[in-house]
């Protein structure tokens, strides 16, 4: 079975670190494209970080400089490092594989399985 | 940036047609993706690549995009279709995903 297992969450200071876990089964987390998304409470979806098959990394604005993607390929699994964390950065994370099409001239990128979600509160 | 813009709700009936649109400036030049998120839980893709549906995802939702409108257009609504849904795209531009501000389909 395809499925995304979240872990990390937890509450923390401003200012302080916290490491998200993603650990996938049922598909490699190398050879896909992956993202982080957040829903802080009461508001809609916010894209945070995508990290392509081949390497490379891209941030929303907001959390450029302070958040870190990554993935371990003997684990199979992705990860969301957040520092300097901040009051706004209080939400729900989610993980989610990243699926690729293309349509005319440009590739297009959707997200087919996603996490649970996992809880950050940053509060002191 | 680019900005994705939804009605912050919509009420049908059950039964009846529900059409949720997603604005953004030449917005059918990119492709649009649509989720359905329930309370507490994941968001689901009901939509991908404009009109194509997942596996398991029922014909009464479709979707249509072209100039500045993207549209999501669920028919013979169900009680069970109330949700909230986002509208999303890949912004070359930026190399960024953008999802809109989302949409509470409420039925009656």
């Known amino acids: 079975e395809v499925q995304l297992v979240q872990s990390g969450g937890g509450l923390v200071q401003p200012g302080g670190s916290l490491r998200l876990s993603c650990a996938a089964s049922?598909?490699?987390?190398?050879?896909?494209?992956m993202s982080w998304v957040r829903q802080a409470p009461g508001k809609g979806l916010d894209w945070v970080s995508m990290i392509f098959n081949v390497g490379d990394t891209h941030y929303a604005d907001s959390v450029r400089g302070r958040f870190t993607i990554s993935r371990d390929n003997s684990k199979n699994t992705l990860y969301l490092q957040m520092s300097s964390l901040r009051a706004d950065d209080t939400a729900v994370y989610f993980c989610?594989?990243?699926?690729?099409?293309?349509?005319?001239?440009?590739?297009?990128?959707?997200?087919?399985?996603w996490g649970k979600g996992t809880t950050v509160t940053v509060s002191s | 940036s680019y900005v994705l813009t939804q009605p912050p709700s919509v009420s049908v009936a059950p039964g009846q047609t529900a059409t949720i649109t997603c604005g953004g400036n030449h917005i059918g030049g990119k492709t649009v993706h649509w989720y359905q998120q329930n309370p507490g839980q994941a968001p689901v893709v009901v939509v991908y690549?404009?009109?194509d549906r997942p596996s398991g995802i029922p014909d009464r939702f479709s979707g249509s995009n072209s100039g500045n409108t993207a549209t999501l257009t669920i028919s013979r609504v169900e009680v069970g279709d109330e949700a909230d849904y986002y509208c999303q795209v890949w912004d070359s531009s930026s190399d960024h995903v953008v999802f809109g501000g989302g949409t509470k389909l409420t039925v009656l």
């Open positions: 690549g404009d009109s």
């Open positions: 049922g598909f490699t987390v190398s050879t896909n494209s």
């Open positions: 989610a594989r990243v699926q690729t099409g293309y349509s005319g001239f440009l590739d297009y990128y959707y997200m087919d399985v």
